[in-house]
């Protein structure tokens, strides 16, 4: 024991080296955490987007968005409520314009996360705008929507034969007049 404390001490004291390398690595795991998936990152450039999401790859065909913009960057696991969505990045000319988070189930009982999510999104952005339907194939559809000065969210929850699904998109809020329509 005695031996051990020593060797504590002269790791302590004569060798800084130590020290600093620990706080790096305490800093730096700091530092590179992801930040939140959320309308704080659109206008974002794809080399701002790659340096805060090094989980992020290109995807090797660009998926096409409303609007004209395109799905160039996805990341595997974004975790919101315990779930693990998939997330598209869509830019159009150069700045990330809407941002896509999906989430497919084969189990049918999906009701517990849709009411996580939803309840989570009633939080942050306020009572929504919601809306249920059933279309021709019988799969329950639920829309709801948060429009913000700046950005709009939309939160889709599709419950088909088979399958449950959780769509979550944020976009900017573009406001347009008559002759833009």
């Known amino acids: 024991m005695k031996y051990m404390s020593k060797f504590f001490s002269n790791l302590l004291f004569t060798r800084p080296w130590w020290i600093l390398g620990l706080s790096l690595v305490l800093v730096s795991n700091v530092v590179l955490a992801e930040p939140a998936i959320n309308e704080d990152l659109l206008g974002m450039s794809e080399p701002a987007l790659r340096e805060a999401f090094v989980a992020a790859h290109k ?41 896509e988070q999906r989430w497919a189930s084969l189990d049918n009982g999906c009701d517990a996360n849709d009411a996580a999510v939803l309840s989570n999104l009633n939080v942050k952005y306020g009572a929504a705008v919601s809306s249920n339907g059933v279309d021709n194939a019988g799969d329950q559809n639920q829309f709801s929507a948060w429009t913000m000065e700046k950005f709009q969210v939309m939160a889709y929850n599709i419950h088909h034969q088979e399958l449950c699904e959780i769509r979550i998109a944020f976009k900017p809020n573009q406001q347009m007049d008559a002759s833009q329509l």
């Open 59 to 99: 995807v090797a065909k660009p998926q096409r968005g409303p609007r004209g913009e395109r799905g160039l960057w996805q990341l595997p696991n974004s975790n919101l409520e315990g779930i693990n969505f998939e997330t598209i990045f869509y830019f159009k000319q150069g700045a990330l314009g809407r941002i």
